[in-house]
């Protein structure tokens, strides 16, 4: 059954005549994959289902999703055993017929967790049961059709020390371990990665950051990659030298990195001095990805203002990203475009 508004494979190709905001041999998209890079957003699954600009915006500018909440715990596994695919399965069928790659996010999360789990009674062993079949069932769903999986996600605290979780209590400190070697068993050809948020720079949290992931690599767990999160704005985020450095370390580590969830708040309206310095920070954070070839790929959470979280969580503050409620281009999209631009004509 299709969820109540879905849009038509007719509405869907409808939208993608709309004229879009660059000819497609200046798109995001197209020129990433020039520059050797893949560019993404995080997608709201029922904007795509109902909103046939957003659809049409997606297809064109990015090469590359990640669902928003269509794969975390509470949505996929609503009851113990009873999976939901529905909103999963229409963003990787959308993301196959438009050439996209998907990432599958995130498997192993302190947060939106079910009821029936988070208020649950499971000793040690059972909850690693559940765990597995949750992480098996999913990747292998996905097997060769999902290329990159954020395993776990937000796992050391500000004080840059393991975070206390509903995992690490009922688990124990090798839930980390276990998760990426359950995944891998899955899909040993799928791009593991670690995620986490400030500690995209230097600082507490970064060193922190690295080193778990220098401690996994000594117990040769099969991770591959870290996510940066990059959730910032004009007063909080780092330098553009800190974040190529601290690239730099975890790709003398064996990994790849990731911008995976960039976003620039501003406080609401934002007026134009704001737009131009959001749009140079958000050159600034490509820039420092493109200047390092570990750095795989750049995404925003979220394509338009319409659809960011930021909103909800943070009042008076958003506008965030790279279109705005019209999915207009903003001043960000263009510097974005021209440093992308410029990066592939080096290559």
Not at 57 to 67: G, I, R, S
Not at 108 to 131: C, M, R, S, T, Y
Not at 167 to 172: E, F, K, V
Request: charged content about 20%.
């Amino acid at each position: 059954m299709q969820p109540r508004g879905f849009v038509t494979l007719a509405v869907f190709v409808a939208a993608l005549a709309v004229t879009p905001p660059a000819a497609a041999a200046e798109t995001l998209r197209a020129l990433a994959q020039a520059a050797g890079l893949r560019f993404g957003t995080a997608v709201d699954v029922k904007a795509l289902q109902t909103d046939a600009t957003y659809a049409r915006l997606l297809a064109h500018e990015f090469d590359l999703v990640t669902p928003e909440n269509a794969l975390k715990f509470s949505v996929v596994q609503p009851e113990r055993g009873h999976f939901d695919f529905t909103q999963a399965d229409a963003l990787v069928d959308f993301a196959e017929a438009h050439g996209m790659q998907v990432n599958g996010h995130v498997l192993v999360w302190d947060q939106q967790l079910p009821d029936w789990l988070a208020h649950g009674h499971f000793g040690p062993d059972e909850l690693k049961a559940i765990l597995r079949e949750h992480i098996q069932t999913l990747v292998g769903r996905y097997r060769g059709r999902i290329a990159t999986w954020d395993v776990a996600a937000e796992a050391v605290g500000e004080d840059g020390k393991p975070r206390e979780t509903f995992w690490s209590r009922g688990i124990g400190p090798d839930y980390l371990a276990l998760a990426f070697r359950w995944a891998h068993e899955a899909d040993p050809h799928a791009r593991l990665r670690y995620n986490d948020y400030g500690g995209e720079g230097d600082g507490i949290k970064s060193d922190g950051i690295y080193a778990l992931m220098a401690e996994l690599r000594q117990q040769q767990v099969p991770i591959d990659a870290v996510g940066l999160q990059m959730h910032v704005s004009l007063k909080d985020a780092p330098q553009a030298d800190d974040v190529r450095a601290n690239m730099a370390r975890l790709a003398a580590l064996g990994l790849q990195t990731d911008i995976t969830e960039m976003d620039v708040m501003l406080t609401l309206p934002a007026n134009r001095a704001a737009l131009v310095q959001q749009a140079k920070l958000y050159g600034e954070m490509l820039g420092a990805c493109l200047a390092v070839p570990q750095c795989r790929s750049f995404s925003t959470w979220g394509e338009s203002d319409r659809y960011s979280w930021i909103p909800e969580f943070f009042p008076g503050q958003g506008a965030a990203l790279l279109f705005d409620a019209d999915a207009g281009a903003k001043p960000a999209y263009f510097t974005v475009r021209r440093v992308l631009r410029r990066a592939a004509s080096r290559r």
